[in-house]
Structure formats: C-alpha cells, structure tokens
C-alpha cells in the first residue's frame, strides 16, 4: 500500500513545505512525537502489531492510537523516504535497567545522512525519546531546552558500540547500544513477534503509555502515572480508558486488557 501523506500530514498537524532539510526532519521528528502516543495496548489484549504500511496508517494515523517503537519507525522511516531521505533502520539493545550483555536486541531507531552530518531519529523509545536528531559524530543535542522536561543527548563510543546517552534532571542515563549495521524491515518482523508475545518480553508484562502535550510528558507504568501534577495510581481500567481519552487521544475498549505486573486487575 502507498503511504498517504497528506492523511499523515494532518495527523500530525504539519502544515509547512517539506524541502530536503535538517529542518524538515527535525520539524517532522518534534510534530511526530508530540502527536502520537507510544503504547502498547494491542499487546496487552492479545494481538501483535503489524509492521505493514496499510496497518500502521490504520491504527496509528486514522484510528488516531499510538504505537511502540517498531511501529513508530517503520511509520517514521516510510514519511522519510517518499519524501527523498536517505535512511537506515538499526535495532539496539536497551540498557536503561539492565546490561548490554542481558539486552536482546529489541529497539528499532533510525539514521538518516544530512548535509550537516549523520543524526539518530528515535521517535518510540518511550519517555526518553529525544524529540531532537542527534548528531553521531558525539555532539550535543537539546531537547524540549528551558523547559523542566530539558534533556541532553549524545552518542558515544565504545569499540564497536554507539551508546545514547541522556542527561535527563535526575542523572545521566546510557539508553541504549548498537553497532549502528544495517537492518532490513524483515528483522523488525521476527523482533516484533518476541516482543509482543514471548511471556518475558517486558512489553507482554507491563503497561507502557507516554505522550508529550505542551511542555509536559504523561507517562504510565503499569498503575503509576507521572506527569505535571504529580504521581497517581490508577484504580481500575476505567480510570485507564478516561486517562487514555483526555491526556492521550485515545478511543479504545480496554475491558479485554491483561497486565500481568497488574494481577488485581483480573
């Protein structure tokens, strides 16, 4: 299936040209992250996203969900290249809460090669995306600057390894480790399928949601949600499905969902 850009376009409220520019990615990275919602809600209720084109224009710009990071890039990944860019996908493995050696490879990011150098576009790594490209050659890059929400972010390197590091106010953080190979969309398929259904995968255990509105970030752990007002639990699915319509934009039955990190919610 053709992506419909003009269907994307509105999605994410972009309104503006689109020359092959640093600005441009940038403009459409931001845009992107502050419209859709990362999630994992399909996982929870049995079913394991689909990585095709036709589907992710469906769930994540018609149906107006939110995605993990499989479907984030791969939508992300397909703007770029109708538009000309020239891309590459890669899978890293997350180090946020455990080691390199202990982390399967089940994050999907991308790169793209600008007149001003090489830049990583991560828009689905959850609360720590940075909503900015940031440059491979290991310099500084900004995002959401003079807000509380600021983080700072680098690659660096070690050996063969590129590591993302992220200065958030809490500590500096190394998110994730690739050896930045090429990956082809066939790898995402047989990757996806571990993460949405082995019965270890994190994703299959826990209730993952973030979204950026304004300068603040809504993000939820299993019953745990943070954002400008404070932390909070959930009671119950219905609390979850109001959380889900007024803070992230979603209409969705959520009577099906099972948490295994959350065993009171029979």
């Not at 090429?182 to 990757?191: G, L, N, R």
Request: charged fraction near 25%.
């Amino acid at each position: 299936m053709t992506l419909d850009l003009d269907r994307y376009f509105e999605r994410i409220g972009w309104t503006e040209p689109v020359p092959p520019t640093f600005a441009t990615v940038s403009g459409l990275l931001r845009a992107h992250m502050m419209s859709i919602p990362f999630e994992n809600l399909d996982v929870l209720m049995g079913k394991s996203p689909s990585l095709e084109l036709d589907a992710l224009q469906a769930k994540l710009i018609d149906a107006r969900r939110g995605g993990y990071c499989y479907e984030h890039a791969t939508l992300f990944g397909a703007v770029l290249e109708r538009l000309g860019f020239a891309i590459a996908r890669h899978s890293a493995r997350v180090t946020v809460d455990s080691a390199k050696h202990a982390s399967p490879r089940t994050h999907m990011l991308l790169s793209v090669e600008l007149p001003e150098g090489g830049f990583v576009l991560d828009p689905g790594f959850g609360s720590l995306a940075p909503m900015v490209p940031v440059p491979v050659d290991g310099s500084e890059a900004i995002s959401r600057p003079d807000t509380r929400k600021q983080m700072t972010y680098w690659i660096d390197r070690d050996a063969g390894d590129w590591i993302l590091k992220v200065r958030t106010p809490d500590g500096e953080v190394n998110a994730w480790v690739t050896p930045m190979t090429t990956d082809y969309p066939i790898d995402f398929v047989m990757a996806n399928h571990f993460t949405s259904t082995h019965p270890r995968s994190l994703f299959t255990r826990n209730l993952m949601l973030r979204a950026f509105v304004d300068d603040d970030t809504v993000r939820v752990m299993n019953r745990d949600v943070t954002d400008a007002a404070g932390a909070r639990r959930l009671a119950d699915r219905a609390e979850l499905q109001t959380l889900l319509s007024d803070r992230f934009g979603i209409d969705l039955d959520v009577s099906g969902l099972r948490v295994a990190a959350i065993p009171e919610w029979p």
